[in-house]
Each structure stands twice: as structure tokens, then as C-alpha cells.
């Protein structure tokens, strides 16, 4: 098998450029010169990056290469949705040891191919250089006519969640019970004490999230942002950015029957999982109005956070979730 | 001294957000959202990226962090400028290991903000993550009117270099014989065995790069690329490019007289620099124009690509040069 070594980043580079052939009508210059260039008209452009890097965001030991891309992808275009925006194009930034192989790189451009379509985004450019580790950065542009930041929540509106929290987090507890990665993208089954499709629900959801449909009208929302980090931790942030507090409920939090089951089996608390665990790339957002389709798991206030427990008690929310370098 | 341990991924944030208060009148959302948001009329907008990686593109034992930063800056301006662009905004994508001490990120941002402001771009976004190694990133969007690609060369054109090449590849060699980093940032002289001038030149090209004018005007260009990676192979991806041959002339290859001192002081041969030696940053195109300030190195012909030496013999140029992965 051919390793980045014999293949070399000539080869390399023309395998990415023959491999994603763009074209579209403001794509004056894809792949391959010097910078990417696009026309645009008058148009609000959303820009976001985000980077993926060994031992911190995966395992080769826990995911296969196809759903490293393809997580990355879904990450950045979580940033535009979080925006409101449509994403459009994208850059790839591959730091990756010469000695990776060939079974590396070709499920990698496969699982990229498959995020990349799935929402409409066309890959644009990029780099590719020697590392000792292998880090991977998606840059993504996307267009929103009206968008909508962190900052823009009022004392009254609704706490709306956009599905449940704490799959991912439950996802990645059981992958690491079964200790290798678990080929979902080629229907693997796997015979574990619990039903397989609780088991498939909570892996997808960690391995190849699907974002949800973007909730709407936009002009209905006053703030929002997506659950990357944990619902606590992302809560603080986006009331800290607009100034305001909140209050939310246990009892409203939506709960999937999948999650509960395999956090039984785990023998793990479903609301440490729901407050805390990142990933699940749900939108949360505020809004005056009544979001059909949404969990409205509580409401703005002028100040404070808390959470009102099942059994009455209220307890301050502090921002718990993942943060790099561990603090 | 504080770690990113005890700093924390909010406590960086913060430090850069405070660092770099960026406003224009197209920013219309900057760091700290889930994207930049940017309001533009009717533009061409430019778009590339490049990273660096600790143990290829830099080591800590022989860079200093202000010039880390300063360097991916240049790059990235300067694959803006190969394109006829002008830069105007950036993202970084820090993901650095967690007991990466405050003694590194202070200098880092000050060469990151010094390299910003020289060439008028503003930071408006980025990603920080946990990391094995140190692994940087730079995506820069720049605007252009009129925009250059590689691929525009016709037969009979010049072919143009803005300055001399091969300085950046003497200043790598002498910092290996110096063999610890050198603060040119803060003015530092050393003691050697040949004029300080000539040293300095090379090093400052190699670890503070200076870009050069942009030739002009750009109707006169037919195609552009900067040489990054070494002459040959840079003239060599232009050609390919355009569907061209190209001829040149050693005789016409600018050589400074500082990199003349400094090679013979090393004992390595001028020339392999020249045309082998890559980071220079400098400019290379084709244009049918008398282009004045510019050396005008050779010409583009129908196919072949050859270098015709002093003493008259012609040689095939073979794309040699830094590729990654060593192949």
C-alpha cells in the first residue's frame, strides 16, 4: 500500500482536485492556484473555521478516517447554521504525517465527499503539509441574508432546543466499550446487550451527526447558537454575549428513548450526559414566539443562570462542558 | 508563568479578543460568534489558507514565537498578493499542546498583530483547540479587481522575479550553524565570522520576510505565482498551468550580494539556492511588457522548460524544490 511518502503532495493534491471537480457561477478560481476567488454580488458572507486534531478530537483506535472528515465537515457547517446562514464553499487544511497510508487517505476524501454534498458546500482550496500529528482544519464561507448571533436574546423570550442533547456524549461512551471503531457508514451491526438500533442512534450521533432542520422563520429568533461544547457551557456563553440570564427546566429537557436506554446499560446519569456532553451539534436558541417543532426547555431572564430540577430544587448552572487545555 | 492549563480555551479567547478590537465597515460580526460576518457589494473576493507545523515548517529551538506568527502571516499575504489581491481579513487556527506556557503566546500574538497590521488585515475569527503538537493555520480573505492566476503565460512573454531568491534557503542554513533562535524583532546582533549586514539580510528573509512591491499594472501580467517552495518548482507549477515551456538564464538569475557572502562563508553553492531554495516570498510572472523594477529572468516558450547555464550548456529544469512528505 502507497504511503503520503511515494505519493508525494503533487500527487496528493491532484488526487483532492480530480476528486472534487467545483464549478459554479461565482467560482472563478477553485483548487489548485495560489488563492481561491469567487464573485460575489452584494451579499452578508459567514465565515467560520474550525479544526479537529489527534488524540483530542478522535482516535484512529475509535473512528474510522471516513467519519473523522465527515464529522469536521458537519461541524463547520453547524457554525453557519448557528448563524442562520446557508454554507456554500469550503477550504481543507491536511497536516498529516508522511507515513499515513493510502487506507487512510481514501475513506478520509470519501467520508469528505459524502459531508460536502450532503450540504451543498463545494470545496475551494486549501493546504497540505507534513506533521507529526495529524490536525485537520475546515475553513467554511457561507450567504445569509438575515443572520443571527449569540447576542440578541430578551428578558421573556423562549429557551428553544432544536432536539436532544447528551447522544453524542452517551455515543462516545459506549464506543469506548467497544474499544474500535464501528463502520456505521457500511451498515455495520454489532451484537451488543441492548437493542442494536438505541445502540446505532447514539454512535451516529457522535460518529456522523445529522444536523437538524433549521428552525424558522429567522426573523423569529433573537439569538442562537449550536451545542458543541455542552448545553450548560454553550447557554453561558450565548447568555453572556447577550447580557442576559436564564432559567430552564430538568423536566422539559427532550430526552430520547435511545439515550436512556444505552445510559442504562452504561450504568451512566442521562442528565449529567444532557448538561455537559458536547457534540450533538443541536441548535439552542431564544425567541418571543411559540417555535413549533422546537423543545422549549425554559425562558430568559435579566440575570442569573439556573436550572429548576425535577424534584423543585433550583440550582445555579456554572459552565460546565468541554474546554480545551482542560481548565 | 501561567499555561494554557491554567489559562484555559476562554481564557485564550479572551486574550485575543481583547488584542485584536477589529472594526471596518464591512465587519459586521468579528471574533467570538459561530462565524465572521461580512457585508460586501459586488467584489471578487479572494480566499487561501496555509499552515505551519512544529518540526517542518518551524522548531522551537530555532524560531522565535513572534516570528512564527509573523511568518504564516507573510505567507498567507503573500499567496493574496500572487493572486493581484489585496488582503483584508484573517482566521487562525491555533492548536498548540496544553502546557504551552503564557512566555509563548505573548510574543506569538505580538508578531501575529505586527504581521496583521504591516499588511492592513484584521483578525476576525479562528478556532483554538488542544494539540500534540503545534499546529497553526492563517485563511485570509483579500479583494481584487483585477485578478492574476497561474495559467495565463503565452509563448514569448518575459519571465519576471521581483527580487532575489535563494536568500531565505542561505538564512535556514546559517540559523542551523547559529543553532538557537535569533531576536531580530527586538534588534538583536551577533558576533560572527562575516559582516553582520550580509547575515542579518538572510536571516531577516528567512524569519521576518519582507514582501515585495506588487508589480504592476496588473493588465500587464499574464500570470503570477510566489515562489514559496523553490524556484524550479514554483516556474515549473506555472507552466504546467498555462500548458507553456519557459527557458532561462543563470545570468539573469538575481543573486544578492549578501547571499553571496553568506553562501561562501557556509561553503554552499549559490546557485542550488537560487534555484532549489524556497520561502523567499518573492514574485514570479510572465508578462509580454518591458516590466521596469523587475529582473526579467528568462522567457516563456511553447514546451520544454530548461535553464541555460553560464558557460553556455542547457540544462532540462526538473520541478526541484520543497515538496511535503519528502517525495
Known amino acids: 500500500?502507497?504511503?503520503?511518502?511515494?505519493?508525494?503532495?503533487?500527487?496528493?493534491?491532484?488526487?483532492?482536485?480530480?476528486?472534487?471537480?467545483?464549478?459554479?457561477?461565482?467560482?472563478?478560481?477553485?483548487?489548485?492556484?495560489?488563492?481561491?476567488?469567487?464573485?460575489?454580488?452584494?451579499?452578508?458572507?459567514?465565515?467560520?473555521?474550525?479544526t479537529m486534531s489527534e488524540g483530542v478530537h478522535?482516535?484512529?483506535?475509535?473512528?474510522?478516517?471516513?467519519?473523522?472528515?465527515?464529522?469536521?465537515?458537519v461541524s463547520n457547517v453547524s457554525d453557519i447554521?448557528?448563524?442562520?446562514?446557508?454554507?456554500?464553499?469550503?477550504?481543507?487544511?491536511?497536516?498529516?504525517?508522511?507515513?499515513?497510508?493510502?487506507?487512510?487517505?481514501?475513506?478520509?476524501?470519501?467520508?469528505?465527499?459524502?459531508?460536502?454534498?450532503?450540504?451543498?458546500?463545494?470545496?475551494?482550496?486549501?493546504?497540505?503539509?507534513?506533521?507529526?500529528?495529524?490536525?485537520?482544519t475546515i475553513t467554511m464561507l457561507g450567504l445569509a441574508e438575515i443572520f443571527i448571533t449569540r447576542s440578541g436574546a430578551c428578558p421573556g423570550d423562549?429557551?428553544?432546543?432544536?432536539?436532544?442533547?447528551?447522544?453524542?456524549?452517551?455515543?462516545?461512551?459506549l464506543l469506548k466499550t467497544i474499544a474500535r471503531p464501528v463502520r456505521l457508514e457500511e451498515?455495520?451491526?454489532?451484537?451488543?446487550?441492548l437493542p442494536w438500533d438505541d445502540a446505532r442512534v447514539v454512535l451516529e450521533r457522535f460518529l456522523l451527526p445529522k444536523l437538524p432542520?433549521?428552525?424558522?422563520?429567522?426573523?423569529?429568533i433573537t439569538s442562537m447558537i449550536d451545542i458543541s461544547d455542552g448545553l450548560f457551557i454553550d447557554l453561558w456563553r450565548l447568555c453572556r454575549e447577550s447580557h442576559v440570564g436564564a432559567r430552564i427546566y430538568e423536566e422539559?429537557?427532550?430526552l430520547s428513548r435511545h439515550q436512556q436506554s444505552v445510559a442504562a446499560f452504561l450504568g451512566l446519569d442521562p442528565y449529567i450526559l444532557m448538561v455537559s456532553g458536547g457534540e450533538d451539534y443541536q441548535l439552542l436558541f431564544t425567541s418571543p414566539e411559540d417555535m413549533e417543532g422546537c423543545h422549549r426547555i425554559g425562558e430568559v431572564t435579566r440575570e442569573g443562570l439556573s436550572i429548576v430540577r425535577i424534584d423543585g430544587r433550583v440550582e445555579e448552572i456554572t459552565p460546565l462542558g468541554y474546554q480545551h487545555f482542560g481548565s
Open 158 to 173: 423562549g429557551v428553544y432546543l432544536t432536539g436532544p442533547v447528551g447522544e453524542a456524549a452517551c455515543g462516545l461512551e
Open 1 to 50: 500500500m502507497q504511503r503520503l511518502r511515494e505519493i508525494g503532495e503533487e500527487g496528493l493534491l491532484k488526487i483532492i482536485r480530480e476528486g472534487f471537480p467545483e464549478s459554479s457561477e461565482e467560482l472563478l478560481v477553485g483548487i489548485g492556484d495560489d488563492s481561491a476567488v469567487l464573485e460575489l454580488r452584494d451579499s452578508r458572507v459567514l465565515i467560520s473555521t474550525d
Open 213 to 220: 432542520v433549521m428552525p424558522g422563520p429567522s426573523e423569529s
Open 81 to 136: 447554521h448557528a448563524m442562520g446562514g446557508s454554507p456554500r464553499w469550503a477550504l481543507l487544511n491536511l497536516s498529516i504525517p508522511a507515513d499515513t497510508g493510502y487506507d487512510f487517505i481514501d475513506p478520509f476524501l470519501k467520508g469528505l465527499r459524502c459531508g460536502l454534498q450532503t450540504y451543498g458546500v463545494s470545496l475551494i482550496g486549501g493546504d497540505i503539509t507534513d506533521s507529526q500529528a495529524s490536525v485537520f
Open 187 to 193: 451498515g455495520e451491526k454489532l451484537e451488543l446487550n
Open 58 to 73: 478522535f482516535l484512529h483506535s475509535l473512528f474510522t478516517p471516513y467519519q473523522i472528515a465527515y464529522k469536521l465537515v
Open 252 to 254: 422539559k429537557l427532550p
